[in-house]
């Protein structure tokens, strides 16, 4: 299923529950709480924590429901219901304060290989294909997300992960749509800073090992 | 994409700060022709492009993976209540609000 189509799909739901049509509710229930459990958990770092928050912004959907008058409107109104969830639950706990990422921490060097321009990069044209490795991606990805400041964070989350547009994210987070765009573009480059440094420590270990 | 070495160092930089924009289909027709003119010619911004891609097609793929524990029951009963007073609420106002 493409993002445009889960996109429909989730807004014909809200028009089906907001008409009170029978089997509507269920199905929202189970949807929105996994969407937002797992927003939750990369947001939060603790399943206990997480499953309360997806908890907590369901009863306020439900309570707020009367309330949203247009129901293409409901991923970014139930996250941004989850966002604040989120934020209090942080504010129980621990206060962090707010970081940027600077471009120019984020943009690659250059130097001379044999006359010719290179970044010092990794070789990104082979990603690991094996399914072991592939899992270990997986967790260097994910480490990568949960290291990035929050406001990078959920911007990654909402537009890469749940595949809310610009529009949807910034209306989500209250901000503007440059904000958005400038805030995913960082956490995207941190993130790829981050698999970066993997695969080149890789890629170190496998010469190393070759050369045993 | 470097600077200090390059000649088109500003360009570079002008382009670097674009690729997530132009990833996403975000550009005008003429920036995403400027920043394909350029990518033509310049090696390193091109590599650079297909990290970032890969990056995102990781992200994007990404699941958390872990799925919450089954619903309390009287929990879904709250919920369902809260529903239900917002099924009235919407009918007697005719649906006021966001």
């Known amino acids: ?13 809200a028009r089906r529950l907001v008409a009170g049509e029978p089997g509507a509710f269920e199905r929202f229930v189970e949807l929105f709480r ?13 399943h206990e924590d997480a499953e309360e928050v997806a908890q907590d912004a369901l009863f306020k959907v439900f309570e707020k429901l009367d309330q949203l008058r247009e129901p293409e409107r409901i991923r970014p109104w139930v996250f941004r219901i989850a966002r604040n969830a989120c934020l209090m639950k942080r ?35 082979n990603l690991p294909e094996e399914q072991a490795l592939r899992a270990e991606l997986q967790r260097v990805v994910r480490q990568a997300i949960e290291e990035l400041p929050e406001n990078y964070k959920t911007v990654l989350i909402l537009r890469d992960i749940e595949g809310l547009s610009t529009a ?37 270990r496998q010469t190393a090992e070759r050369a045993n | ?43 390193p911004c091109l590599e650079f492009l297909e990290s970032l891609r890969k990056t995102v097609e990781l992200c994007r793929g990404f699941r958390p ?7 309390n ?13 917002a099924l009235r609420a919407r009918s007697s106002a005719g649906g006021a609000g966001t």
């Open chain 1, 1 to 13: 299923m493409t993002i445009g189509e889960a996109q429909q799909q989730e807004i014909e739901l």
């Open chain 1, 34 to 46: 996994n969407k937002v459990f797992q927003y939750s958990l990369l947001m939060c770092g603790h």
């Open chain 1, 91 to 125: 504010r129980k706990s621990v206060f962090a304060p707010a970081q940027e990422l600077s471009l120019d921490e984020l943009m690659p060097q250059a130097g001379e290989d044999g006359g010719q321009r290179k970044l010092d990069i990794a070789d990104w044209s």
């Open chain 1, 168 to 204: 949807e994210t910034a209306e989500a987070l209250e901000v503007s749509e440059e904000v958005v765009k400038t805030r995913l573009h960082r956490a995207r480059l941190a993130v790829r800073q981050k698999l970066d440094w993997y695969l080149r420590s890789r890629r170190g």
């Open chain 2, 1 to 43: 994409m470097d600077p200090g070495s390059h000649g088109r160092e500003s360009e570079c930089k002008r382009i670097f700060a674009l690729l997530s924009e132009y990833l996403d289909a975000e550009l005008p027709a003429d920036s995403c022709d400027e920043i394909e003119a350029h990518l033509k010619d310049c090696p």
């Open chain 2, 65 to 71: 993976g872990e799925l919450p524990g089954p619903l």
């Open chain 2, 73 to 85: 029951e009287a929990v879904r009963r709250e919920l369902w209540e809260r529903y239900q007073r």
